[in-house]
């Protein structure tokens, strides 16, 4: 079993904790409906996009595993409800991919992180924080849903996009002034 998978310090918990409870407060944010879509338009995606271009790959992804458990033993969210259930859901499969997309954005941008800049963090964040959260998340709405409305998330596209360029933007900035990142 690899170790340093496991080995977490009080600094990682607390950075561990803060994106959780920062993707948390980015769900009451008012979530927007789209009447073709179980699934709304929330600002949540923008949360896993940070933890992993500021976290890294482990500390990212196990933020968005504590934001799941939070939601599982029944942290009230705004949009979308709390318990074991959301994730049975059509949104469940967008949820369970936060991890895995924290982790790709987070493990690509501590491979590049002596080069990275801007459009870097903004490729990273889009495999991650688009790509990967999409082939999770379609498939299991398509399975509640069908695949026409599941083709319908192509509406969550241009959010997606503007939230990976603030990810990106915060990531630079971050790395300058104060990198959460070691290279």
Known sequence: MNRNL?????????YISLFAAIVIVLGLIPAIPLG???VPI???S?????AGSLLGAKRGAWAMALFLVLIAIGIPQASGGSGLGVFL???GGFLLAFPVAAWVIGWLTERFW?????????LFNLIGGVVVLYAIGVPWLALGAGWNVALASI???????IKAVIAALAAVTIKRS???IRG
């Open 89 to 91: 859901g059509p949104r």
């Open 42 to 44: 929330t600002a949540r």
């Open 6 to 14: 496991i080995t977490i310090s009080n600094r990682d918990l607390v």
């Open 36 to 38: 073709f879509i179980p």
């Open 155 to 161: 509406a969550f596209l241009p959010g997606d996009v």
């Open 46 to 50: 923008l949360g896993l996009m940070l």
């Open 114 to 122: 002596r080069r990275l800049n801007f459009l870097n963090a903004l």
């Open 178 to 180: 104060y990198p959460l």
